[in-house]
């Protein structure tokens, strides 16, 4: 079989870059395009040198429609209203269309739920092995305890994200909220301040925190009576995110129509 083609937008970003990179290390896949906004002043320059490996001969532009019409994938990682144009544009081609875009709205996700009635969609808040494999234990942990036991979700990221609370971070609510079969909007507290009251049973609590360059830092607590549990993960850098991308539009060639989660990626459904 042929390399997949891919195209990355939002290629001059940190996240735009490390999938640039990921395309050309993994085996399997090309490069065939580079996507920035209108005006932004890396266009014209070549993907691979602002990726800090090389001239790939692919400079960055801002006419999607016709890098669309010749790739198999594009690699998306930008703000929601680019994801929804694209999530268009890949339709239209019949691409597969990856999506570690986050802070979406309901009406956004509509829309790519649209759009995967003509293509593939693979969305997740977190392209990574280890926060996938983290949300199915948090799942199955929040079944196995009742609510005796608290649910707080706290997570930590770079000064300059600016969605809150992440998308990880809501990806595992809603793991726990569906190991309880309960709905996440029902229980979510976002934030505390002030007198409070005490602490509603059945609540998942949410804490966000911003600083420095951290990359993605997240901790599950189940806080019951005398005991504790925490389940954490890491992420040391973004690179691992794109090489998940990667991965699923791999597994996304050839597949029927649909939206479709990194769980369905990694084989991790129930």
Do not use: C
């Amino acid at each position: 079989m042929t390399d997949m083609r891919l195209i990355v937008v939002g290629a001059a970003g940190r996240m735009g870059r490390a999938l640039v990179r990921a395309v050309v290390e993994a085996e399997g896949t090309t490069l065939v395009g580079a996507i920035e906004r209108e005006g932004a002043p890396e266009l014209g320059q070549d993907a691979g040198m602002l990726a800090g490996i090389g001239e790939l001969g692919v400079p960055l532009t801002d006419d999607a429609l016709p890098v669309f019409a010749r790739a198999d994938g594009v690699l998306d990682f930008t703000t929601p209203a680019a994801t929804v144009a694209f999530s268009e544009l890949a339709a239209q081609a019949r691409i597969a269309h990856i999506v570690g875009t986050t802070g979406l709205s309901a009406d956004d996700l509509a829309r790519l739920e649209a759009a995967a009635r003509h293509a593939v969609v693979v969305r997740s808040g977190n392209m990574s092995l280890g926060v996938n494999l983290l949300a199915a234990m948090v799942r199955k942990v929040a079944a196995a305890l009742d609510a005796d036991f608290d649910i707080e979700i706290v997570e930590m990221h770079h000064r300059n994200k600016v969605d809150a609370p992440s998308g990880t971070a809501l990806m595992l609510g809603e793991a726990a909220a569906a190991g309880r079969g309960i709905a996440l909007e029902d229980h979510a507290v976002w934030t505390r301040h002030g007198h409070t009251g005490a602490r509603r049973r059945g609540d998942i609590g949410f804490q966000t925190l911003r600083g420095g360059s951290v990359v993605g830092d997240h901790t599950v607590i189940f806080a019951g009576p005398h005991e504790r549990i925490e389940l954490r993960h890491v992420a040391e850098d973004r690179s691992l995110f794109a090489r998940g991308a990667v991965k699923a539009a791999l597994w996304a060639r050839g597949r029927k129509p649909g939206l479709y989660a990194m769980a369905d990626v990694l084989g991790l459904g129930d």
